[in-house]
């Protein structure tokens, strides 16, 4: 109820400007935002690579509008791909292809993100298109297959919550695809999603071997206990080894895990997003996780 | 360890003449095996439909030789197809496609196989592909999905000891092909399987959540009481008829469950094994149940 309440809210044009302009409310996103600036997620960056995190960078965005847009965001990644090595940041990048100008037209997204994957392998930075609503699944893994044909350093997300997603993920490591595995955070229907979180969970814990023991350095990401539990006894069982693949998590969520498992010698990569369009990245997070929301409320009042 | 015997003394040829020649295991392969002619799978069949339970007639032979024994197989296949309206039983046939002689040549299977379904269709008949070890899955699944393009009453068999499974599901719930899901009852290795049985358990729970929500009237073929009972959380919790889908299990293995799901209003279907070449059959089901052997055992010192 709840749930469904702030992932509507997420969408929401008037809450969205309040939000924003409040200072409260700006205060607290920073907690799971790195900041409205790419200088913002770099300093974000070296602070986890310090703590031995790796860093997924996401400039916030989807949905454009027009080509301008879609282009402004282009360039704006290439810029975070630049800054990776000219840094030496320990990061890759995640892309949504809707930042890229997929609802203004496919062509668009293809030549934009050709030009970023061009750029990103000439800098040996991997990319990751993020999984959006299920109205995109599809596009988005043909996207994938398509262009990791002409690159070797494109990956994307498959969410556990979707009836398709042991196919897709099937087809993916087929193609020798890295997988970020994820529940899904969007509201989706039943007639393609699971509704109730212990289907999700299982779809996940089960996914999750199929890639550990056939995908190609697959990411687990989830702040799950019994989850990471679960990945821990199954490598374990099935000599699988610690540098075969990593764990993600979300910036400002459960860092007390992140460094227990960086701590315990595995790969950890914290998802770092920065930019001024992080409202309905900050809803979706209230939404999928009461300790999120917890943490907003008891800042609010505090303030 | 007992079960990777089992597995082995099943391919064993002297331990087969042994039991094949003894008395005693003769009696006992009867708690399982419905009996060596088809005139004992009708019998069994008929005592079964008295009770509410459908049936699966499978006649028993796997890898046979040459072109003419694959041929006799046939043949035999099509007279139970025949019987089955003619003796008003209910029932449907499932086949193996090296006893259609696919080991021979792929072609001389696919000859036989035409000529079964095309008898099966006019017959009105439903006929399930079964799944043999992991050098076959690729090719029966091929075989599926090319039959199906021509016959509307194939389906086929998914094991979720393989990696793989969630993969093949997707592609034959595309299709709309009927899939009956077990566990799996061949020896297969780490790089393709899971090994361990709380994987391969979750694996069956997950991917019997997929058929139930989007596969073409699955059979659910477990004899495992917690996976009966997430099959009835699930269906319950999205609303899914019992019409929808069929539990399947083995003739003489959990009679008392048959009865009860019968009883409770769902479709029940069980698997009649007849024929003389019973060896192999019953050593995987000693192989896969330990209740199985007991009773074997038990048997064999009251005698």
């Known amino acids: 109820m709840l749930k469904d309440t702030l992932l509507s809210l997420a ?35 070296r602070t986890l690579n310090q703590a031995g995190i790796q860093v997924a960078l996401d400039l916030l965005g989807e949905n454009v509008a027009d080509e301008q847009e879609a282009q402004f965001a282009t360039e704006q990644y290439c810029q975070a791909i630049d800054l990776i090595p000219d840094a030496g940041l320990e990061a890759n990048i995640s892309i949504k292809l809707t930042a890229l100008g997929l609802d203004v037209s496919p062509q668009l997204c293809v030549d934009n993100f050709r030009v970023l994957l061009t750029r990103a392998q000439q800098k040996n930075v991997f990319v990751c298109i993020d999984m959006e609503g299920s109205e995109y699944t599809e596009r988005t893994i043909d996207m994938t297959l398509r262009m990791r044909k002409e690159f070797e350093n ?22 020798g695809v890295r997988v970020r595995l994820v529940k ?5 229907q039943q007639d393609i999603a699971f509704q109730e979180k212990r289907d999700v969970d299982q779809n996940y814990a089960n996914l999750m071997k199929v890639l550990l023991a056939r995908g190609n350095f697959p990411a687990i990401a989830t702040h799950d206990e019994t989850l990471l539990q679960e990945v821990k006894r199954f490598v374990g069982d099935y000599g699988i080894g610690k540098s075969a693949f990593e764990f993600q998590m979300l910036y400002g969520v459960r860092r007390d895990l992140q460094e227990k498992l960086v701590k315990d010698g595995y790969n950890m990569r914290v998802y770092v997003p920065y930019g001024v369009q992080w409202y309905p990245y900050l809803m979706r997070r209230m939404a999928e996780r009461p300790a999120n929301l917890m943490f907003v409320f008891s800042n609010m009042l505090r303030s």
Do not use: W
């Open 154 to 175: 494109v990956g994307t997300v498959i969410q556990t919550y979707l009836y398709r997603s042991a196919g897709d993920i099937a087809r993916l490591v087929e193609q």
């Open 184 to 188: 899904g955070a969007y509201k989706e």
């Open 11 to 45: 969408q929401n044009p008037h809450m969205r400007e309040f939000v924003v302009q409040n200072r409260i409310t700006r205060g607290i996103s920073r907690r799971f935002v790195a900041g409205e600036l790419l200088n913002d997620a770099v300093q974000a960056t």
